[in-house]
């Protein structure tokens, strides 16, 4: 089993930045199976979306809304993803799930860290 702990989420201004991290942890053959990992979010009232995502070999994928501010990177090492988020708009806010997927396509999801931008 893999287990997922965010953080960095919190209150910021507009055009302001903020830096997500997720750790992952758990048993050696899981972590090791682990393919690639990310981030949704989920509005309220909204369906939760694909922010972005990183493979193991360093490929990425964002959503429209969030390309030239958001970056994802990931330190295989640490089994660890951030997402670093600069110009933030009031509709980012949402609550931030980190997800990994192993290469048996299990997901795993983390709890999730509130992210507020206010205009």
């Known amino acids: 089993q893999v287990q997922l702990l965010e953080s960095g989420g919190g209150l910021v201004q507009a055009g302001g930045s903020l830096r997500l991290s997720c750790a992952a942890s758990?048993?050696?053959?899981?972590?090791?199976?682990?393919?690639?990992m990310g981030w949704y979010r989920q509005a309220p009232g909204e369906q939760r979306e694909l922010v972005s995502t990183?493979?193991?070999?360093?490929?990425?994928k964002y959503a429209d809304s969030v390309k030239g501010r958001f970056t994802i990177s990931r330190d295989n090492a640490k089994n660890t993803v951030y997402l670093q988020m600069n110009n933030l708009k009031f509709e980012d806010t949402a609550v931030y799930y980190c997800?990994?997927?192993?290469?048996?396509?299990?997901?795993?999801w983390g709890q999730g860290t509130q992210v507020t931008v206010s205009s």
């Open positions: 997800t990994a997927i192993s290469d048996s396509w299990t997901e795993y």
């Open positions: 758990g048993d050696s053959i899981s972590l090791s199976g682990i393919t690639a």
């Open positions: 990183i493979t193991t070999g360093g490929n990425r």
